[in-house]
């Protein structure tokens, strides 16, 4: 079986959801937004030299994506578009996730490595290589209708400073996959299933599963990035407006509601055997095939990853339903949405043909379509995912209810990255009972306030 590695791991050591946007509201029709991305790509055009009067440029691009996930596809063709038209040569190596962070930290401190980096828009990851003075801001390097035609750039703009240190090529909503096999077997019904689970009815569903003898969810806690996902998806839902869920990370101590409920109810779930067994000692990179091999019938998703488990499993097999709200707050209504960044490191000897490159991936129309076509909504936002053809219905039904959903992003969690090592060191002893909700919280607050 085709094995689905290492996907997405330090996606959630990172998120910072300081802004949310809806994917409604941003229609045009097909040709207007063809000419607009054209005109675009064209004013970029206009600023360089073409490719019979420039020299060769070679770059490299290093992204945690493998050579089987599809969006190596995009970038390889970006980097065909800008070699035929600029006379610049991108190579793009895939990295480990495993220890990406490390070779990021390690490229920050000797200004030396990728010209191009891959990096996670969430918990504040590209915000916390831009203040480390491994990227770019690339304030001067975007125009101003450029920056207003992208969404989600404040996740990769530093708050305080307002450099941005780069942008999304792709974005995805936050989703949980079910097996639908193993559900009729616990005599589920996933044809009555709302859009949104509240958290009593994903509880129902779950305790339905365990009863009939199969594990609900997948679960793979070794690094603690398991946890730090809840962190961020859950309390969000537990407030009214998108200007609320900052104070929960950042302005006001971790050891406050709704983070103690939040970790309370996160214990409940582990403690009622909802967790694949040992997920404790498994490496997230691993969550993607307990869900292919059917260890679980629940599972953290994306749209585009859920195509990979219908390519993999079969297409009738796999469902999606968004992840479900744990408050009843307002934001339990909205989407929590995901994104894959690039920026420009610092060091780099030729940031304008980077940038190049960059605004190929975001602007062109051809790359655009290909990240629709896995299932990662636009960011240029001239375009929205109603504009392509989305031929699995499964996916399409689920952007067309969810197009019409406010969205956030996952966390406003500068915390969640910036204080990972206590998060890793303590969040499988809370969920063994070693430690308490409460112990757990003033553990993450010493971390912050031993900083401060």
């Known amino acids: 079986m085709k094995k689905i590695l290492l996907l997405l791991v330090a996606f959630v050591l990172s998120v910072s959801i300081v802004a949310a946007f809806s994917l409604s509201g941003c229609k045009t029709t097909a040709a207007t937004e063809t000419t607009a991305a054209t005109e675009t790509t064209a004013a970029t055009e206009t600023t360089v030299t073409s490719t019979e009067k420039r020299a060769p440029v070679t770059l490299e691009y290093w992204t945690v994506m493998q050579e089987e996930n599809p969006q190596m596809k995009a970038f ?27 070779l990021l930290t390690a490229s920050a401190m000797s200004q030396s490595g990728a010209d191009i980096l ?147 109810n996160f214990k409940d779930f582990y403690d009622k055997g909802y967790y694949l067994d040992g997920g404790g000692t498994i490496s997230i990179g691993e969550l993607w095939n307990q869900f292919i091999d059917e260890k679980a019938a629940l599972s953290v998703t994306f749209p585009s990853i859920t195509g990979m488990y219908m390519d993999a499993m079969g297409v009738e097999k796999v469902g999606l339903i968004e992840f479900p709200a744990m408050g009843n707050g307002e934001l339990s209504k909205a989407n929590p949405i995901f994104g894959d960044g690039i920026g420009i490191a610092k060091y780099t000897k030729h940031p304008e043909e980077a940038i190049l490159y960059l605004k190929t991936l975001i602007f062109d129309p051809e790359i655009i379509k290909m990240f629709a076509a896995m299932g990662n909504a636009p960011v240029y936002n001239k375009y929205t995912m109603a504009d392509f053809p989305i031929e699995n219905s499964e996916i399409a039904k689920f952007f067309e209810k969810h197009s019409k959903m406010p969205t956030y992003y996952e966390g406003h969690g500068f915390w969640t990255k910036e204080y990972n090592e206590p998060l890793v060191k303590f969040s499988n002893m809370f969920l063994a009972g070693d430690i308490t909700a409460e112990q757990y919280a003033q553990e993450i607050e010493k971390a912050i306030t031993s900083k401060k």
């Open 76 to 102: 390889k063709r970006a980097a065909e578009i800008v070699k035929e038209k600029y006379n610049i040569t991108v190579n793009i190596v895939p990295k480990v996730e495993n220890n990406y962070r490390d």
């Open 118 to 264: 891959f990096e996670w828009t969430g918990l504040a990851d590209m915000i916390t290589s831009g203040k480390q003075g491994l990227l770019l801001p690339l304030n001067n390097y975007l125009t101003k209708e450029e920056i207003e035609s992208l969404a989600g750039l404040s996740a990769c703009t530093d708050p305080d400073t307002k450099d941005i240190y780069g942008v999304m090529y792709a974005y995805n909503y936050i989703a949980l996959a079910y097996n639908k096999e193993l559900l009729k077997k616990a005599d589920i019904d996933y044809n009555s299933f709302p859009s949104k689970w509240t958290y009593d009815e994903f509880l129902s569903v779950c305790d339905k599963l365990k009863k009939a003898g199969i594990t609900p969810m997948s679960f793979a806690n070794q690094e603690g990035v398991y946890s730090v996902w809840w962190d961020s998806f859950c309390p969000p839902t537990y407030v009214d407006k998108i200007e609320d869920i900052a104070p929960i990370y950042q302005q006001t101590p971790i050891y406050k509601e709704p983070f103690i409920t939040f970790l309370k």
